[in-house]
């Protein structure tokens, strides 16, 4: 049994795309990467503030920001079950996810579908559509989680960008209110050719490689999954400023980056409506 048995939920954000979640009967990680101390005094989270075990690991798409084998293979010993979007076979640019983490040596890895669930002690881990962020390519490998456990709810969105927000309405419907959102907002997003282009037969055209970005949510986009799921806390996160993002993204925000921006406006936008909201950087602590 965990050391945290009959506690209440804790969730811990690490940086990035990483949270931590524990009940008293189960841990889990999103999008694992770990830091390091950086002598600055608050000290982020780091390998020492790991459980033993980790029960479960969400991966929500195979981005080099949210799938890292470098924390991955450091955490194999640990971790119990891999939770993984399905892709759709057969396309260079849509791997098996499982079958290259089975290839790595992780021995318990599950596909999910959109609205899969995987049962919990205490509750389950629903699959949801992620839309966008891949730059209009024929990808089905990327997925939001819902965790619902012990009367809390959380969703963990990624890099989702909210084009289509009647898809989300119906979301809403089925799986109910959200108690907390985690949202990535970096909505400028690198050119299709950034990650991609080595798979292309040819070079794409300029105008068409910038039109097609890997841009998660605006302001104008994420809001309405705000209505929709009518958290209590609403936290921007995923951003890609941690300063070891940098050797994997190349971000450098300065105060009027777009998505510092459009971060700014939604979590002004959230305590307008009583909604408590910040941008997550290096380490945060949250008891639900």
Not at 197 to 225: I, V, Y
Not at 261 to 282: F, G, M, N, P, T
Request: hydrophobic content about 40%.
């Amino acid at each position: 049994m965990p050391a945290r048995a009959g506690q209440p939920v804790r969730v811990r954000y690490f940086n990035h795309a990483t949270v931590l979640v524990e009940t008293g009967e189960f841990s889990l990680l999103t999008d694992p990467i770990v830091g390091y101390p950086l002598g600055q005094g608050d000290d982020p989270f780091t390998f020492a503030d790991l459980p033993e075990r980790i029960d479960y690991v969400l991966l929500t798409h195979n981005h080099q920001d949210h799938i890292v084998l470098e924390s991955l293979l450091q955490l194999r010993h640990r971790i119990g079950t891999l939770v993984v979007p399905r892709s759709h076979g057969g396309f260079l640019q849509d791997p098996s996810i499982r079958l290259a983490l089975e290839a790595c040596g992780f021995e318990r890895v599950i596909e999910v579908g959109e609205l899969d669930s995987v049962p919990v002690p205490g509750g389950e881990i629903v699959a949801l559509p992620f839309l966008g962020e891949h730059g209009d390519l024929h990808i089905a490998a990327k997925m939001a989680f819902a965790l619902k456990v012990n009367g809390k709810s959380m969703l963990f969105a990624a890099d989702s960008n909210n084009l289509q927000p009647e898809l989300y309405q119906r979301i809403a419907q089925r799986i109910g209110r959200i108690g907390t959102l985690f949202i990535g907002m970096e909505c400028e997003g690198a050119p299709m050719s950034w990650l991609y282009g080595a798979l292309l037969n040819e070079p794409l055209g300029r105008q068409f490689d910038q039109n097609r970005r890997l841009n998660g949510s605006d302001c104008a986009r994420a809001w309405p999954l705000v209505e929709c799921f009518a958290p209590r806390q609403v936290f921007v996160y995923a951003m890609g400023a941690e300063p070891w993002l940098k050797f994997i993204s190349s971000i450098e925000y300065a105060p009027t980056s777009l998505p510092i921006v459009e971060s700014d406006k939604l979590i002004a936008r959230c305590h307008a409506h009583d909604i408590q909201s910040e941008r997550l950087y290096l380490k945060k602590e949250i008891i639900l």
